[in-house]
């Protein structure tokens, strides 16, 4: 733990917390702009589902995007200050440097997904939405988004510790974006392939067109355990590969 402690000590003067607040406000702005003008058109349609499918839609273009630049904020400290023979010098074990990072990035993009959860809350209550507050449905919503942010923290930690420039992660995440931008209108055997999809995939609102209009369905808890079973497996693989490859490199 004192790792952690040190690695969120050193991020005191990169301002992520203030940089993680001004990102999502564009997206959550977008999101609920949008979720605005689909109810206008929709009166049906008004009520907390059309808010979380929005932004778990918007999600899968900016959380990715913003995933790789805490990452990468995070992991350019060692390269550029060439501090890892210092940190191997002083006994610390690359592999508990990898997960003090990690877990660093992790509690960053925690940050995140509860800012949005705040901020669907505040919407809901402020634009007079006659239901109660979903608690249920906002944390499936919350876990589902942690869960498939923690493995792109893990995908993108591997590269930008890897890697000593810093593009190729920041490239990663912006083909990341693109691909959960555009993951829905994939065949779902392709979509599946790609962990950025899962945004939308573990979102606990769906979107279905019957006759002609628009409606959101609440899907049911027990066809996402499988997904996110699937996911916790492929995170530790990916997390296990990247702690051994950094481990093994030469500095």
């Not at 929005?54 to 999600?59: G, T």
């Not at 996110?228 to 296990?240: D, E, N, P």
């Amino acid at each position: 733990m004192n790792v952690v402690n040190l690695e969120l000590y050193k991020l005191r003067h990169k301002h992520l917390f203030l940089m993680v607040a001004l990102f999502l406000l564009v997206e959550i702005g977008w999101a609920f702009m949008a979720s605005s003008m689909s109810v206008s058109r929709n009166p049906d349609n008004g009520g907390w589902e059309p808010l979380i499918a929005m932004l778990s839609s918007m999600n899968g273009l900016f959380l990715p995007i913003l995933s790789a630049i805490c990452v990468s904020r995070i992991c350019d400290m060692e390269h550029k200050g060439n501090t890892w023979k210092l940190l191997l010098t002083a006994s610390v074990r690359r592999g508990k440097l990898y997960a003090a990072k990690y877990i660093s990035a992790s509690i960053i993009m925690l940050w995140a997904c509860m800012l949005q959860v705040l901020a669907i809350i505040a919407f809901g209550i402020i634009n007079g939405i006659g239901q109660s507050v979903p608690l249920f449905l906002l944390i499936r919503f919350l876990i589902g988004t942690a869960l498939t942010n923690m493995i792109i923290i893990a995908l993108q930690q591997w590269v930008s510790m890897a890697v000593k420039n810093q593009a190729f992660a920041l490239s990663l995440g912006m083909v990341g974006g693109f691909l959960g931008l555009v993951a829905d209108l994939l065949p779902s055997g392709v979509r599946r392939i790609f962990v950025w999809s899962y945004y939308t995939g573990l979102c606990p609102i769906t979107q279905s067109y019957i006759s002609e209009k628009m409606q959101f369905i609440v899907r049911d808890i027990s066809s996402l355990l499988p997904v996110a079973a699937m996911l916790i497996v492929a995170g530790i693989v990916i997390y296990l590969a990247g702690s051994i490859h950094v481990s093994r490199q030469e500095v």
